[in-house]
């Protein structure tokens, strides 16, 4: 688990452990990021949205990689026969890699916090139940939906107040330490449609 994480004097990053020791990242050293990404997987989640960016403009891979991943981020309607029946993300993932790819579960990132330095969150009501990691070939999609509920709307109200402008981003990753965000939405837009939410 990730206590602190920030960019110190020399550009690196500086990652607190939760057992209080420190990681030093040297941005000018592709292989320390891609090591990071692929032994930290599980808590890339934990980095501010600056540092992932950061490292994610650092990390060059070796292996050639055409265009790597597409992810997109959309809003959906759930309807029923003549009514909607709710509202969720849609998150689509495309492999542009001539090689397969094992996909780790998207996590959600706002621009802004929404408590304290709270601004990463996953979502578990999922509509088509993709088992991830996901193996993808070259040109396969895989879709997932996040059912988004009414009570969730005090998270996106507080993150509101404090940018009027502020978004919603998917963040995902793959097995071998490569990571792929998606287009941002706004907030303002998802609130727009919350009465649809369940």
Known sequence: ????????GNGNVVIQDSDNSEIT????????????FIDFQQNLSSLPKTILELMEN?????IQIDSGANVYLSLNFL???????????????????????????PFFK????????????????????VPFPKKLEYGEVVSEGYQIRATSREIYDK???????????VIT????????KSNEYKISQLLDNFKYAR
């Open 173 to 180: 990753s793959t097995t071998i330490g490569e990571i792929y």
């Open 159 to 169: 993150v509101i107040a404090i940018d009027k402008d502020a978004t919603i981003q």
């Open 1 to 8: 688990m990730i206590n602190k994480a920030e960019i110190d």
């Open 58 to 62: 650092k990390n060059t891979n070796e």
């Open 79 to 105: 309807i029923a026969p003549g009514a909607v029946t709710g509202i969720s993300f849609g998150v689509t993932i495309t492999n542009l890699t001539k090689e397969n790819r094992f996909f780790n579960a």
């Open 110 to 129: 706002l621009s802004v916090p929404f408590e304290g330095n709270l601004d990463t969150f996953a979502m578990t009501d999922t509509i088509n139940k």
């Open 25 to 36: 990242i040297n941005m000018n050293n592709p292989e320390e990021i891609r090591k990071f």
